[in-house]
């Protein structure tokens, strides 16, 4: 098992940036592939970037280039740079990760998530 705790949202204008953070604890954390991935209100949950077990990143086409995601293997934590925010941003951020091994290549790979922290961009 892995538990993950996000930190770093808050409310930013447009064109601002955002930090986001997670701290994994428990398992072979270093072994899982780790997403972020948002839900905006009446929308379905849809992944943003994650970084597989062995480093490699992917993106949506929707944040590549604006957010950067990075692993530190030696802390336990995944982090989010997001840049150039947009209010369509504005979303619950989650903090995911697989069972070890895994790649993360879909978002039906990732098992354990989070609690959250709400990011809010006003225009």
């Known amino acids: 098992q892995v538990q993950l705790v996000e930190s770093g949202g808050g409310s930013v204008q447009a064109g601002g940036s955002l930090r986001l953070s997670c701290a994994a604890s428990?398992?072979?954390?270093?072994?899982?592939?780790m997403g972020w991935f948002r839900q905006a209100p009446g929308k379905d949950r849809e992944g943003d970037a994650s970084?597989?077990?062995?480093?490699?990143?992917r993106y949506t086409d929707a944040v590549k280039g604006r957010f950067t995601i990075s692993k530190d293997n030696a802390k336990n934590t995944l982090d989010l740079q997001m840049n150039s925010l947009k209010p369509e941003d504005t979303a619950m951020y989650y903090c995911?990760?697989?069972?070890?091994?895994?790649?993360?290549?879909?978002?039906?790979?990732?098992?354990?998530w989070g609690q959250g922290t709400q990011v809010t961009v006003s225009s």
């Open positions: 995911a990760a697989t069972w070890p091994g895994s790649d993360g290549s879909r978002p039906a790979d990732f098992s354990f």
């Open positions: 428990g398992k072979f954390v270093n072994s899982r592939s």
């Open positions: 970084i597989g077990w062995n480093g490699s990143t």
